[in-house]
Each structure stands twice: as C-alpha cells, then as structure tokens.
C-alpha cells in the first residue's frame, strides 16, 4: 500500500470517528478519492448507510440515529412535527418517516432510507426556532418544544389531532414549554383560536 493511499485511509477513518456520518463530498474535501473509501468499504471498516453517507462499522448507533442521517442528506432541512416531538420526548409514538421542514424553494431530495416526509418552510436553518442538538456526533437541527406544538396543531391533518393534543399535555406536564410561549407560537403559526381552548383547559386543571 502506498503511502499516499495509507494517508487518505487515515484521514478517512479520522474523519469517521470525529464526525460519526460523513458524505463523500466531505471526504474529497479533505483529499480522500471513492477508491479510497470503496476499500474501506470492502475491508468491513466502514459502512454505506444512504447514497453517498458513510460510517464506521463498529459505530454506536443511538435511537435518534435516522435523525441524523436524514439531517446529513438534507442539509438544508429542520427535523419537525412528530419527529421532534418524539427526540424531545413528548410521545410514544416511533414515526415512521422522519419529518423535515425545508424551504419553500428548497430541491427536494429523493432516497429510500432512511423514509422522510417533507413540509415546507420559511428559511427553516435560519429559523431562530431551529435549535442544535448533537447526535451521533453530527450538529442536527430540531425545532424547539413550543415551536413543535404549534406546528403540530397547524399541520393536524397529517399528523392527527390527537397527536397534537398529546404534545401540548406532555410538554406542560414536562415543563418543556411555558404556556406563554406555546401562545406566542400558536398565534405566530395563525393557529391560536384553534389552540386557546385546549391549553386553556389544560392550565386550569394543572
């Protein structure tokens, strides 16, 4: 093996471990070819999860894990709705897709794994609301509790009203959100009226 082969081998495995997921276009950043990453393939030292994301094969996987690969292929998405109401812990529920807000002009990525569903957002990165979580050593964007709420009451035809319900309980319960800023947020998401009595119910029998 060359030395040059066995240089890119280890900025690679670096890489990997530092990172937990990396694209293939983060390796060619750092001088690392697909020749160099096919033999790592082939040696059983990394693993192909989606087109173009690698791991180590020996990696932890944590439960969030297809939180953080959907984040690597949709780098301009935000993890939302059920998907960040269940990393916030606030639901049994295990979705079957992981749901992302991208932006209203944002391409629309497709892939078979892991299964996404897509709603469209406002500059939803920049949003304030896009709060950054570490998760398998890859920075994952995931809307606050509040922000999760109301959207969830705003989108209740794709998720069930129920669903909504249960967020808005478990998130008081938890003291994961203030009544105020679950308001605030309803009425910036055009869904106060829809919200008031149902937090409002729930705050007098706290």
Not at 52 to 63: C, E, K, N, R
Not at 64 to 92: N, R, Y
Not at 117 to 135: G, K, L, M, V, W
Not at 168 to 176: D, T
């Amino acid at each position: 093996m060359s030395t040059s082969s066995f240089s890119q081998r280890e900025r690679a495995v670096a890489q990997l471990r530092a990172r937990g997921l990396v694209r293939a276009s983060e390796m060619r950043e750092i001088g690392v070819t697909a020749t160099t990453i096919a033999r790592l393939e082939r040696d059983g030292v990394a693993v192909r999860l989606a087109r173009g994301v690698y791991q180590l094969a020996d990696a932890p996987l944590s439960l969030q894990h297809t939180l953080a690969l959907a984040s690597k292929l949709v780098p301009s998405g935000v993890i939302c709705l059920t998907s960040a109401l269940a990393f916030h812990e606030l639901t049994d529920q295990i979705p079957a897709k992981v749901w992302m807000a991208i932006g209203q002009k944002d391409w629309k990525p497709s892939f078979d794994y892991p299964p996404v569903r897509f709603i469209r957002s406002p500059a939803p990165r920049d949003d304030p609301d896009a709060e950054r979580h570490a998760i398998d050593n890859v920075s994952v964007p995931v809307f606050s509790v509040a922000r999760t709420i109301a959207d969830l009451f705003r989108y209740r035809k794709k998720v069930g009203l129920n669903t909504a319900l249960e967020g808005l309980r478990e998130a008081l319960m938890q003291k994961k959100a203030t009544p105020a800023e679950i308001a605030q947020h309803a009425a910036d998401a055009g869904v106060w009226k829809i919200l008031e009595p149902y937090l409002t119910a729930m705050v007098s029998h706290a």
